[in-house]
Nanobody, 121 residues
Framework: QVQVVESGGGLVQAGGSLRLSCAAS????????MGWYRQAPGKQRDMVAT???????NYADSVKGRFTISRDNAKKMVYMQMNSLKPEDTAVYYC???????????????WGQGTQVTVSS
């Protein structure tokens, strides 16, 4: 079994900061790219930031300069520091992990349950 669990969401005023964390656990042979996605009510799920196993990052234009993604490979964790938050950042944030299981050579997508981030104006 593999689990991907997020934490760190909450309610914050515009201009404030939050830090999201995500932990992957279970029978993992290799943890490849990880990332954060978000989904606002009535909208599709969009990529916010991704980070490869070697540390290469990619950000949505809307969060560049405000959000920073990082990872700790030893702990199998990914983080996202969110600064200068805006009301339009309000959404459920999901962690994604691309994992190769111990019994396979194929990469699988795993998602966390989501954590709510609400930014008040």
């Amino acid at each position: 079994q593999v689990q991907v669990v997020e934490s760190g969401g909450g309610l914050v005023q515009a201009g404030g900061s939050l830090r999201l964390s995500c932990a992957a656990s279970g029978s993992i042979s290799r943890l490849n790219a990880m990332g954060w996605y978000r989904q606002a009510p009535g909208k599709q799920r969009d990529m916010v930031a991704t980070i490869s196993s070697s540390g290469t990052t990619n950000y949505a234009d809307s969060v560049k300069g405000r959000f920073t993604i990082s990872r700790d490979n030893a702990k199998k964790m990914v983080y996202m520091q969110m600064n200068s938050l805006k009301p339009e950042d309000t959404a459920v944030y999901y962690c994604n992990a691309k994992i190769v299981r111990s019994w396979s050579t194929q990469e699988y997508d795993y998602w966390g349950q989501g954590t709510q981030v609400t930014v008040s104006s």
